[in-house]
């Protein structure tokens, strides 16, 4: 039984560039949701998409930008990188939009702009 | 807007030492409240999950945790830590009405256990 997949695991950026991540959810999942972890931080929340509907974002500048695909998949965008952008990124999948059956997370994306 | 604080930042202690890790949240409303860990390298795991009833809840590896509201507190607790709960500890809350899928998490609770 495959958990929510995040790929890649590493990436190495250069400021200005654009970095995209991507992520699969647990099969049958249909919401999927994206955080940032800054290193010695909490996770915090970037992007919720739902049926294909962004459902809610956090507080992040329009750099970042998500988008969730008909099987449920989903990538995250990220323009004009920062130094700042170097975090691990997390992708949460659930069954439905709201917490009763919990988000089980992937391992992450680990970003680093240099 | 809702906010988790934990208290503890870095916790030491030797195995067979009871636990407990403070957190408490802000939010005017109700709430959904959650304890995950991650274990060095690896992904966030669900330790246990309040969302209503009993106060009281029992989660995986021993773990529990009591949901206080009078004190907008969810204080995880285990009453004799192994080496392998060396981990980071994150408390999580949610509205739990509406769009309940943002989860606000504390900025964890680096636990090490000596053995």
């Known amino acids: 039984d495959a958990g929510v997949t995040q790929s890649p695991t590493h990436l190495i950026k250069t400021r200005g560039q654009q970095v995209t991540l991507r992520c699969s959810p647990i099969s049958g999942h249909k919401s999927v949701s994206w955080y940032q972890q800054v290193l010695g931080q909490g996770p915090q929340f970037i992007f919720q998409?739902?049926?294909?509907?962004?459902?809610g974002r956090g507080n992040f500048p329009d750099r970042f930008s998500a988008r969730q695909f008909p099987n449920y998949s989903s990538e995250l965008n990220v323009n004009a990188l920062l130094l700042g952008d170097s975090a691990l990124y997390l992708c949460a999948s659930s069954f439905i939009q709201g917490m009763d059956y919990g988000y089980t997370f992937g391992s992450g994306t680990r970003l680093t702009v240099v | 807007a809702q906010s988790v604080s934990q208290h503890n930042h870095h916790v030491i202690l030797s195995e067979a030492a009871s636990l407990e890790l403070g957190c408490n949240y802000s939010?005017?409303?109700?709430?959904?409240l959650f304890w995950y860990v991650q274990y060095p390298g690896q992904h966030l795991q669900l330790l246990l999950k309040?969302?209503?009833?009993?106060?009281l809840v029992k989660g995986i590896k021993g773990f529990e945790a009591e949901f206080i509201k009078s004190k907008f507190s969810f204080n995880l607790r285990k009453p004799s830590v192994q080496w392998s709960d060396t981990a980071e500890y994150f408390c999580?809350?949610?509205?739990?009405?509406?769009?309940?899928?943002?989860?606000?998490f504390g900025q964890g609770t680096t636990l090490q256990v000596k053995p």
């Open positions: 309040y969302f209503s009833g009993d106060p």
């Open positions: 999580a809350v949610t509205r739990s009405s509406g769009n309940t899928g943002k989860l606000i």
């Open positions: 939010y005017g409303g109700t709430v959904n």
């Open positions: 998409y739902y049926e294909k509907e962004e459902r």
